[in-house]
């Protein structure tokens, strides 16, 4: 059987007709699906290039293509295209397929009024939430408030109409959208690593340090993660005296007006652009580098970053949202948007070395849950449940 998954996602294709991720999602990501069904089929945008970079990898491949929806990039290019992309995405389903909704998502938006017509059985994984990327500071548009109103109704509209649900988080997510009381429901991250990627050991404590490294790892093309909130705890905490770095990996529409924030706050010369990073070894060699992983973020579902960066023993500091009160104690964390609350933090924790060599044995420990060999069973009896499901309704249907 195949397998419809949707992807709030941009993907490559050169003319070769090869498609390529510049980040996450490659080839290997998807080989975990195809350990239940016989192909993937991947609704998600395409983007024609000419060529791809040498560190682009792989997305497509024996048993896993992709159906491409035309390429769009935020809400205005969107509605320029809507007819097209609704078009396209209702194409990729085919009466036989079993169907995977990632959401939240504007392509599954397209593909669930017509399985909710039909009959048709889906599985959803929820990986965000709408209500919290729209909220004040996280997004610049006009009509945040009424995207932050309408596009929570839709995913708990999808949440209760689907057969089978999956959540990144193992509450947060479930008490906002919460599954139908007949739906099976289990939980797993996205993340995808093995226990190779793991540090053997904690980080020790830095006795007589005075300069120090923060890290941030997230897309740039909008503020949902808080990086000028991030900026200006930085700001806060030189002008107070501390001696601090910062490096941002990522990229996106909103990385020159950060620089000009930089800047004009004076501490230009101490934050540093990484631009976008391959996953895997370049990221790794920038958290092994750094001593302090901050993620302010406004959204999250349950941020692979953090993850990531607590499997290489780095003490993280994060906001009160989606799933990262699941990842730290309650003393690691602040609201999010609060400069004020997040510059104290930082300096609390980096004036502390015994706290932050605990802060890095518990997170070694905690990654560890999150390895592939403890979710990939919870996983694949998802996978199951929304086959059976299928064929099922298929056999009744006949």
Request: glycine share 6%; aromatic share 10%.
């Amino acid at each position: 059987m195949k397998v419809v998954v949707t992807l709030e996602y941009r993907f490559d294709r050169t003319p070769d007709g090869k498609v390529w991720t510049q980040t996450t999602f490659p080839y290997h990501f998807w080989m975990r699906y195809l350990e239940v069904f016989e192909h993937v089929l991947i609704v998600a945008r395409v983007l024609e290039v000419t060529s791809a970079l040498p560190d682009w990898k792989r997305a497509d491949g024996e048993g896993v293509s992709f159906a491409a929806i035309p390429h769009y990039i935020g809400p205005w290019q969107y509605l320029l295209k809507a007819r097209q992309i609704q078009l396209a995405a209702r194409n990729s389903v085919g009466a036989n397929d079993a169907i995977i909704l990632r959401l939240s998502s504007q392509i599954a938006n397209s593909i669930e009024p017509l399985l909710r017509q039909t009959g048709h059985p889906y599985g959803v994984e929820v990986v965000a939430d709408p209500y919290d990327v729209f909220a004040p500071g996280s997004v610049k548009h006009p009509l945040s408030p009424f995207f932050r109103w309408w596009f929570p109704r839709q995913l708990r509209r999808q949440c209760v109409g689907a057969s089978a649900a999956a959540y990144v988080t193992e509450r947060a997510l479930q008490t906002r959208y919460p599954p139908a009381s007949t739906a099976f429901s289990t939980h797993y991250s996205s993340i995808e690593w093995e226990t190779s990627a793991l540090v053997g050991e904690p980080r020790l404590p830095r006795h007589n340090a005075h300069q120090f490294t923060l890290i941030f790892v997230g897309m740039l093309a909008q503020l949902y993660k808080a990086p000028n909130v991030l900026i200006a705890a930085v700001t806060t905490c030189v002008r107070e005296g501390l001696d601090l770095k910062l490096i941002l990996v990522g990229d996106g529409k909103h990385r020159s007006e950060l620089e000009a924030q930089a800047k004009a706050l004076g501490i230009g010369d101490r934050v540093c652009f990484r631009g976008q990073l391959t996953a895997g070894d370049a990221v790794c060699t920038e958290l092994d580098n750094a001593d302090l992983f901050v993620l302010p973020s406004y959204q999250e579902g349950l941020p692979r970053a953090m993850i990531e960066a607590m499997a290489r023993a780095l003490p993280c500091i994060g906001s009160t949202v989606g799933g990262i009160p699941e990842l730290l104690l309650h003393e690691e964390m602040v609201p999010p948007g609060d400069v004020t609350a997040l510059a104290s933090k930082i300096r609390e924790v980096v004036t502390n070395p015994e706290r932050m060599a605990r802060m890095s044995a518990r997170n070694l420990e905690k990654a560890k849950e999150y390895t592939e060999e403890v979710i990939q069973e919870r996983r694949n009896a998802f996978y199951r449940y929304v086959r059976e499901q299928t064929e099922l309704w298929l056999r009744e249907t006949k």
